[in-house]
């Protein structure tokens, strides 16, 4: 099974501030033939499901605002928040799905400091 | 607009199945695969399994943590999904996620709470 590990687990940033999440993939999620990472970014407010943020691991899902960005190829990957708002208080998840099961981070808390 | 609902969750005891429904509206259902996601009560996300369109014969592929013991299975007549679980744990307890597609899931349902207990 491909693991998973987001870092930090928890991180606070001051609110206009950027935070960063980090995700490794234990095996590279970047399919050769296409050129794409099966790798999608979610984040989830206490009571909801998860909201889909970015896949191909750098896609913007419709409606995302541009100041939230996924980077990275391989085993390493990024989530990037710009200017941080208080909505953006929530747990975020990467998950691949280059292959099955597909695997999510154990999530990292985003707070506002 | 996309929906999709669970049902059927609830209090069942060990050893015990329960079958989840997942109702959908405003899509082709026909066209796609279909997905479960549990989250365990204060943890993160598991991947349970999907069953793919009838054009990629309806296959399905699961977690180990559930192989044997879960099927998902469609009608696409009513666009509907379904989770049977059969021979339950505790360790089953969980909000299941009905999810349209496969990865980069853009479409989830409300979640249906599963609690197995004595």
């Known amino acids: 099974d491909i693991v998973m590990t987001q870092s930090p687990d928890s991180l606070a940033v001051s609110l206009g501030e950027r935070a960063t999440i980090n995700c490794k993939s234990s095996?590279?999620?970047?399919?050769?033939?296409?050129?794409?990472?099966?790798l999608a970014w979610y984040r989830q407010k206490p009571g909801q499901p998860p909201k889909l943020l970015i896949y191909?691991?750098?896609t913007r899902e419709s409606g995302v605002p541009d100041r939230i960005s996924g980077s990275g190829s391989g085993t390493d990957f990024t989530l990037s928040i710009s200017s941080l708002q208080a909505e953006d208080v929530a747990v975020y998840y990467c998950q691949q799905y280059y292959t099955t099961p597909y695997t999510f981070g154990q999530g990292t808390k985003l707070e506002i400091k | 607009e996309v929906q999709l609902v669970e049902s059927g969750g609830g209090l069942v005891q060990p050893g015990r199945s329960l079958r989840l429904s997942c109702t959908t509206s405003?899509?082709?259902?026909?066209?796609?695969?279909m997905s479960w996601v549990r989250q365990a009560p204060g943890k993160g996300l598991e991947w349970v399994g999907f069953i793919r369109s009838k054009g990629f014969a309806a296959a399905t592929e699961y977690a180990a943590s559930v192989r044997g013991r879960f099927t998902i299975s469609r009608d696409d007549s009513k666009s509907i999904a379904y989770l049977q679980m059969n021979s339950l744990k505790a360790e089953d307890t969980a909000v299941y996620y009905c999810?349209?597609?496969?990865?980069?899931?853009?479409?989830w349902g409300q979640g249906s709470l599963v609690i197995v207990s004595s």
């Open positions: 095996q590279t999620v970047l399919y050769s033939s296409s050129n794409k990472n099966y």
């Open positions: 191909w691991a750098s």
């Open positions: 405003g899509f082709n259902f026909g066209d796609f695969a």
């Open positions: 999810t349209r597609g496969r990865g980069g899931i853009e479409y």
